[in-house]
């Protein structure tokens, strides 16, 4: 199952497929989560939710689509995550604070439970940055990564006018 980040969504809603010109794209994520290829989790529902527009909007109607983090395996996996993470070295402090407080640590440590795959528009940065991407966590935890358009290409969406 590939798990959704909320850059995806926010992304998605600003840039290539804003829901005024691309419902396509809007029904595919709902067509994939029914066929269970995708979803995103509870902590990505509360920060999209938290809004006050269209994608927020789409989000309270799908509260379905994002899977609770509640249970004892994937508690036990994001503190494993967490304290990883504020203990990684070189790192800044408010970095450190914002990964951990957002849905980023949950979203990995859901995968790595579920054997799934993070969906992000972060890419990696060098051991040596001061910041706290998905995709470097991920690589410590064996959790695979990709972008929205990799997803795309793999579950073979298509776009048509007929």
């Not at 809603?13 to 269970?36: E, G, I, R, T, V």
């Not at 989790?41 to 527009?53: C, H, N, P």
């Not at 914002?98 to 579920?114: C, G, H, Q, R």
């Amino acid at each position: 199952m590939y798990l959704l980040d909320a850059n995806t969504y926010i992304q998605a809603k600003n840039l290539h497929y804003q829901m005024s010109f691309c419902p396509a794209y809007w029904a595919w994520l709902d067509q994939q989560y029914a066929m269970s290829a995708l979803a995103s989790i509870r902590t990505v529902y509360d920060e999209l939710s938290d809004g006050d527009d269209e994608l927020a909007y789409w989000v309270k109607d799908r509260k379905d689509h994002f899977i609770p983090v509640s249970g004892d395996d994937i508690q036990q996996k994001f503190a494993e995550v967490a304290q990883y993470v504020a203990e990684l070295e070189g790192k800044k402090q408010e970095f450190v604070a914002e990964f951990l407080s957002k849905a980023d640590p949950w979203l990995i440590a859901t995968a790595a439970v579920i054997g799934g795959t993070v969906v992000t528009h972060e890419i990696p940065v060098p051991q040596n940055s001061t910041k706290v991407k998905i995709p470097n966590i991920c690589d410590v935890f064996g959790v695979p990564y990709i972008t929205t358009f990799q997803l795309l290409n793999r579950l073979e969406a298509q776009f048509v006018l007929r």
